[in-house]
């Protein structure tokens, strides 16, 4: 990043002051800007750092990543006029480079959390004040470009000091992928078997690394030297495809044309540093040594990393049977209003929050067989027609994925203590939608 990237900040003053700050404040140079995602990162990453685990931080990264990615789609799709959005005035002013920096300002809201052991999730945010700060510099800079005139561009954008934009990220650990199912992907899928679905995620997760391999091939290390000859190597070509391959994924899509696409999430300056490290196991595929042979190097590999992006095709078999009708009763049974509670403990782990996960997961395995143990009928349980048809344990699932984190107990010995709950209310609506 060079310091025309800060180039919004030259103003001292300008009309967007009415904000409370002006562009001047939003980023000093761009040494600031390094050191502050830099930052960022590390309180995201700081909880489960402490374990000396690469795949945790990893896929703390990867969430961020995802996270920075949704809030950045979030941001230029909001519409400032009916006509025009975000991302089409910061395309028509030039502010691209500007907007870059200006996100790398958003802040985690509270740490990661650990959905599962194997699936992190961040959440971050950016006052709408610092984005319309942003465009109305921008409009003022470009103002023969701007679509926009800065007076009405103000007023659209004054109630914007009291906004927030948002953007949620999950990373999923590589030995879960195999575990994921298509969740609303339609009827089609219900024809493919365990095994036809689990080797299209495989296939289309490999898919996304040799694209990434073959991207990287043709960047000039040195003269007559490229990245491709040093893959060539067999301990290179081990130690890279192991680095990517302990990845972790952002995105599973299970399509209607039985189509797997999967993204994993291969940052390009991690991906640049982990070749420099292992590059000098290859003495006759040097690298540059002269500082402009270095600076060009590392332009030209990061320029050639792509997205991610795998795809794979999943073998259709013989349909299921239609599944068994459910016939709830018409009158809520007793427990329908009680609270449906569990509790479970996890011994100390590395962390106490790699702790207090494990007790989350823990109390989710207990609330789900006593959920299966209630019963519709005297002789019929939840799980007995959950077995029957598969919507009535979807309609489990997603009961159970809105349940409640009562008070945690965190005891003297590394222990932690959780207790989860869910309405019986919520329950018997989602069974209800499920039977019909």
């Known amino acids: 990043m060079t310091n025309d990237q800060a180039r919004i900040t030259n103003q001292t003053r300008n009309p967007s002051d009415k904000f409370g700050f002006g562009a001047s404040s939003l980023i000093r140079h761009s040494g ?10 590390l309180m995201a990453i700081s909880p489960v750092a402490g374990q000396d685990d690469d795949a945790s931080r990893a896929q703390v ?6 996270a920075s990615a949704a809030l950045r789609a979030e941001i230029v799709s909001t519409h400032i006029t ?7 005035f910061i395309q028509k002013t030039q502010s691209q480079e500007d907007f870059d920096v200006l996100l790398q300002r958003a802040q985690q809201i509270g740490g990661p959390r650990w959905i599962d052991p194997q699936t992190c999730q961040v959440k971050l945010e950016l006052s709408a004040q610092w984005v319309a700060t942003l465009l109305i510099s921008s409009g003022e800079t470009h103002a023969k470009q701007s679509p926009i005139p800065s007076p009405q561009l103000e ?5 914007w000091r009291t906004r927030t934009f948002t953007g949620t990220g999950t990373s999923i650990a590589t030995q879960k992928l195999s575990a994921i199912r298509p969740v609303d992907a339609g009827d089609v899928w219900t024809t493919v078997s365990e095994k036809s679905r689990a080797d299209a995620v495989a296939a289309a997760r490999q898919d996304a690394i040799n694209l990434v391999l073959q991207s990287i091939q043709p960047v000039q290390m040195t003269r007559g030297q490229t990245v491709g000859d040093l893959l060539t190597r067999p301990l290179i070509q081990q130690r890279v495809n192991t680095w990517l391959q302990a990845r972790p994924v952002t995105q599973i899509r299970f399509k209607d044309d039985l189509q797997v696409e999967v993204i994993v999430s291969v ?3 991690e991906l640049f540093n982990y070749m420099v490290s292992i590059a000098p196991t290859a003495a006759d595929v040097p690298l540059p040594t002269d500082e402009q042979g270095q600076r060009q190097f590392r332009a030209d590999f990061l320029s050639h990393v792509p997205a991610a992006i795998g795809r794979a095709g999943a073998v259709a078999g013989t349909p299921k049977p239609i599944p068994l009708r459910i016939d709830l009763p018409a009158q809520p049974p007793a427990w329908v209003n009680m609270p449906l509670e569990a509790e479970a403990i996890a011994p100390r782990a590395a962390t106490p929050l790699r702790t207090k996960s494990n007790a989350e997961t823990n109390a989710a395995e207990v609330l789900r067989v006593r959920v299966g143990a209630l019963r519709l009928k005297r002789n019929i ?12 344990n979807d309609a489990i699932t997603r009961s159970l994925l809105r349940a409640r984190v009562g008070p945690v107990e965190y ?9 989860l709950s869910i309405d019986g209310r919520d329950l018997w609506q989602e069974l209800r939608q499920a039977a019909d």
């Open 32 to 41: 600031f800007v390094i050191w502050y995602f830099s930052l960022a990162l």
């Open 61 to 66: 990264s990867a969430a961020v990543s995802d």
């Open 82 to 88: 009916p006509a025009i959005t975000v991302g089409q």
């Open 155 to 159: 007023q659209l954008l004054t109630d």
């Open 267 to 269: 940052p390009p300056t």
């Open 381 to 392: 349980a939840l799980d007995e027609l959950a077995e029957q048809n598969p919507a009535i």
């Open 411 to 419: 005891r003297s010995d590394g222990s932690v203590l959780v207790r």
